[in-house]
């Protein structure tokens, strides 16, 4: 666990785009797989563009800042 998140795996990550055209919406999923609990954040913060973008559309001077942030809890005693 890092000491200044509080999270044992951090990812940040900022795309810029100056236009950005989708031919069809694209379909998107933040999956967690594993057998260990844990607590997780996945979270975007977009500029200049929808949640639901539409298909053949210029979108222009694109922002988006991702962050997905997790944490494992300790396992319970048996």
Known sequence: MTA??????TF??????DRLRFR???RTAVRFPGADERTS???????N?????EP???????????????SLREPSPN
């Open 12 to 17: 940040h990550s900022t795309v810029h785009a």
């Open 41 to 47: 954040v996945s979270r975007s913060d977009r500029t």
């Open 49 to 53: 563009l929808p949640d639901t973008v």
């Open 24 to 26: 069809e919406p694209p």
């Open 56 to 70: 053949d559309v210029d979108y222009r001077d694109v922002t988006v800042h991702y962050r997905l942030e997790t």
């Open 4 to 9: 200044e998140s509080g999270k044992d795996i």
